[in-house]
């Protein structure tokens, strides 16, 4: 269970390959963003050009010359509202410092300004180092001889690496993305609702309905995809139109010269006096009834494969049509000396093709006839379950092992201890018409255990109203 669980979540899928998409995206946005902000902040020269601000410290340190208590206080407070205004007030690799000297000796410095500023020229934005780190400062004198110097971060490497280890880089998208991610999820689902539509379409077909898809596509990612699969199944359905039709002229001119052929072998049989030749005449008569069942097994799955692939279909009585080719059947059975039986007590109707429903009797019973022994029975049977028409048909053969009743169902495939001869076709036909009638078809022991003959049994949908 976890490992089928487990399996489900690693499969890949383009909802989830679109939701990462647009979360990378979203980060790829929220770093420039962030980056733009660091650049802007080392080269925000606005702070050290805005005069006003210098002019009003220079004031306070000259106003308070006699106050130093009161000056260092003004002059802390002012520097505080800088830093708020400009930066982060507990960091100063985020925000401004300023320096006060005054008849040649420091008054005031802000906390964390570097110690390494030199000479500073007067009213010049100035950039040095201090250490590894980059800075921008300028400085100003008033008319007394106050120098107001104030700098300004522009390092962006370590204003980054400082605003992300304070988290104003990673708790945002922490905080976000998963929040963002039910809403992604949502947007995509119906983003992609067209694409859904076409692919049930496309899982709701048969493998016979090769007809384009009756979904127009008004989106341009989708309308290339749409068009390509209707050029394909336009394709395959004329391919599969050659293929039968050659199959089926095939056939039809065979029957004529195997006709002509077993007549003129028949009346050779006939008059031949050596009992070899006698031998070798019933042989080739043998053959040659083989390959004409065989012409028409293939003209039969022909047509079974047209009439899935479009015919209409319409009311058929399944009990008449079985009681008409028991009938049709029966010669065949006295020759074999097996006796037929039919029971069916109800009239049940189909919806569908009433030649291919003939194909599947007379497959399924003919069969039934051929490996039964000499004095055998086949039972037929008709009823109606859950909504459905349930054909029964047995028989006193040999029965096919249960291994083998998957692969019987394949064209051309025999039972290797079968000692009967045949082509292969038989239940492969009656599978391809009950598939074709939304059917299905499954084999069994008649009796009470294997060698006890075979039942084949057919489940069909009855016709609605």
Known sequence: MMRHWWRNIAAPTLVRRLMVAQMLLLTALWTLATGFVINESGKDLNLLSTERIFDAVLAAADALADAPEQRQHVINMMDLAVRENYGTADDPMLSPSIVVRQRGREIYRSHGTPSELGTRKLNVVETFYAGDKRWRARSKQSASGTVLTMLAPADGVHIFITINSHGYYLLPLLISLPFLLLPTWLSIRLALRPWSQVAREVAARGPHNLRPLSYTAKHRELVGMVDNINTLMRQVDDSAVRERSFIADAAHELRTPLAAMQVNVEALHSQASDERQRQLLKGILSSGGRATRLVSQLLMLMRSDASAAGEAGAPVGLAQLLQDRMAA??????????ELELHADTELYLHGQRESLISLVDNLVDNAIKYSPADGLV???????????VLAVSDQGPGVAPALRERVLDRFFRDPNQTQSGSGLGLSIAQAVARQH????ALRDAGQGPGHGLLVEVRLPLAVG
């Open 379 to 389: 039972q037929v049977s008709l009823r109606r379950e859950a909504g459905q028409a």
């Open 329 to 338: 059947l029966s010669g065949l059975a006295s020759a074999r000396r097996v």
């Open 438 to 441: 939304g059917g299905s078809i």
